[in-house]
């Protein structure tokens, strides 16, 4: 399949000013498997007729994927998906090496970096920053950003607080940090319940940020599934969804149905509200996107788009 797509990808900031609609856009991660590969394959091809505005790819712990990022991302951008963010975080590497990535990933013609920390490596249970290395998500910004200036960084946002948190307004403090050393836009952390994004987007605002927050929705496709989400990552599981996923019970169907219905009701509440964009964990499957356009269908039913 021969490319048919710019070699320099658009800075994403520049599509949320220009193109005067919510965006819509896709995580996907590198698959450690044949099969997961063989799934992630099923998912790039069916989702095309979705035309998300942008997708990411995540990044292993310790640079685990660190090739395999951007190999998924040169297989996104071969299927015209495009602009194609990787994601990349300061675990596990120098500065140096660091460096070298960003070098990369510029040469390449991504333009676009979600810029994260990273979580531990596996079987660790807090940060460690290797020596000559970065410790967080800010120095990564100010490395990004005076290595290759023309890099558009996403950073992430925590409307229920970061496992890590200080304190709300830390917290606030360090997104603002963020933003004012070159971070275009916020995603953030999954929430299932709207009232948390517009309480965050308040505060946002009363800190002085003022880049467009995207919201991050992940449908509840098993009840086991997002409660170890939500408890890994401290969001709050609404005691309504968790009640409605256990009356599916066995019915796998049911309850996935139950999981992008209540997806879609936010998508609906979220897009009314005239948020920027929508990016969906869609945990390189097919029927995650199912809510985006079940709430796009009936928007445009009820003349609300």
């Known amino acids: 399949m021969s490319p048919s797509f710019p070699l320099i ?37 069916g989702l095309l007729d979705t ?19 951007l190999e998924i991302g040169e297989l996104l951008r071969r299927f015209r998906y495009q602009p194609v963010m990787p994601h990349l ?11 070298d990535i960003a070098d990369r990933i510029h040469e390449d013609g991504f333009r676009n970096i979600m810029t994260l920390r990273g979580d531990p490596p596996k079987g660790h249970d807090r940060f460690v920053t290797v020596e000559g290395g970065l410790s967080s998500a800010l120095e990564l910004v100010h490395l990004l950003k005076n290595r290759h ?18 304190g709300k307004q830390p917290d606030m403090d360090y997104l603002k940090a963020k933003v004012d050393a070159g971070a275009s836009f916020i995603t953030t952390q999954l929430f299932l319940d709207n009232a948390v994004y517009y309480r ?20 509840a496709l098993s009840l086991d599934q997002i409660r170890r989400i939500t408890s890994m990552c401290g969001a709050v599981l609404p005691a309504e969804l968790e009640r409605k996923l256990e009356k599916g019970g066995e019915d796998k169907d049911a309850v996935m149905n139950t999981g ?3 997806c879609t009701e936010q998508i609906v509440d979220l897009l009314k509200q005239g948020v920027p964009g929508i990016h969906l964990y869609i ?11 079940l709430a796009k269908t009936f928007m445009e039913m009820t003349d609300q788009v």
């Open 51 to 69: 035309h998300p505005d942008f997708v990411t790819v995540t990044y292993g712990a310790g640079g685990s994927t660190r090739d395999q990022t």
């Open 9 to 45: 990808d658009i800075p994403i900031s520049e599509l949320l000013a220009s193109t005067g609609r919510p965006l819509l856009s896709y995580e996907f991660f590198p698959p450690k498997t044949e099969k997961g590969m063989n799934a992630l394959q099923a998912a790039i091809e």
């Open 200 to 219: 965050f987007v308040e505060d946002c605002e009363a800190a002085g940020i003022h880049v467009p927050v995207l919201p991050g929705l992940m449908p």
């Open 89 to 99: 975080t300061c675990v596990g590497h120098t500065a140096e090496e660091l460096h």
């Open 149 to 166: 200036p023309d890099f558009c960084l996403g950073v992430a946002g925590y409307p229920e607080a970061h496992p890590e948190s200080r």
């Open 260 to 262: 992008i219905l209540w």
């Open 283 to 293: 945990l390189n499957q097919i029927k995650p996107a199912m809510a985006y356009q």
